[in-house]
């Protein structure tokens, strides 16, 4: 149990593009999740914070409007990169809190995605 | 100064040797802490739980230090196996968030 999908695992796309990234907890209900960005050799760093229903917390340096996040469901976060360029090239990873949690600080992380703009 | 750091390594051990990882973290307040395993262009996977008594699963054992601030990881009897990135993840002021350090690489060789 406890699988968190993302979509799509690896994307290659050109500058001014928009990417969208999904993130789908299969088989619990997530009233959160959690977005965050690896660049090489550097630590997983959290982008934003979703809860169902509501507008998403980004972090200090994290820009709304290009990161769009929307929380929809219970069971799916998307992640959308709006006119990516070369230095948004990163590890996308979202991760996924369940509504019933054998702790608070319990998550599920998904596969990763792997976006890379030429 | 990061919440989290870490040394990263690379730490280049023999199969069977035994290592230790440590990591320091800043926030007092922190509630959880955690080792974390990451394979190369994989998502990082919890290996362990930490907690103020300590705590072992098989060959692993896991400290914590809240006086000092600090978390150590102890493998024993490494093996080939074990060779990835060990990320040492704290909570963070939200209670949810977890802050991530930036790894600690680990090589076992034959």
């Known amino acids: 149990g406890a699988v968190v999908s993302q979509h799509p695992s690896r994307v290659i796309c050109k500058s001014g593009t928009s990417v969208k990234i999904e993130c789908r907890s299969l088989?619990?209900?997530?009233?959160?999740m959690f977005w965050y960005r690896q660049f090489p050799k550097q630590s997983l760093m959290l982008m934003a914070t979703?809860?169902?229903?509501?507008?998403?917390?980004?972090e200090q340096g994290v820009e709304k409007d290009k990161f769009l996040i929307n929380h929809a469901s219970l069971t799916l976060s998307t992640l959308t990169v709006t006119s990516a360029h070369p230095e948004d090239s990163s590890f996308y990873i979202c991760?996924?809190?369940?509504?019933?949690?054998?702790?608070?600080?319990?998550?599920?992380f998904g596969p990763g995605t792997r976006l890379t703009v030429l | 100064r990061k919440e989290v750091e870490q040394d990263p390594g690379p730490f280049n051990v023999p199969e069977g040797a035994t290592v230790a990882f440590n990591c320091t973290y800043s926030?007092?307040?922190?509630?959880?802490f955690f080792w974390y395993r990451q394979d190369c262009r994989k998502e990082p996977k919890l290996l362990m739980s930490?907690?103020?008594s300590g705590n072992e699963d098989g060959r692993f054992t896991a400290q914590l230090n809240r006086a000092s601030q600090y978390i150590s990881l102890l493998i024993r009897d490494s093996k080939l196996s074990d060779s990835a990135t060990y990320l040492c993840?704290?909570?963070?002021?939200?209670?949810?968030?977890?802050?991530f350090g930036k790894g600690t690489s680990l090589l076992v060789t034959p």
């Open positions: 991760s996924a809190r369940p509504r019933r949690a054998p702790r608070t600080d319990t998550q599920y």
């Open positions: 088989d619990f209900q997530a009233t959160t």
């Open positions: 979703s809860n169902e229903g509501s507008k998403a917390t980004y």
């Open positions: 926030n007092s307040a922190s509630q959880s």
């Open positions: 930490v907690y103020s």
């Open positions: 993840v704290v909570n963070s002021n939200s209670g949810y968030a977890l802050n």
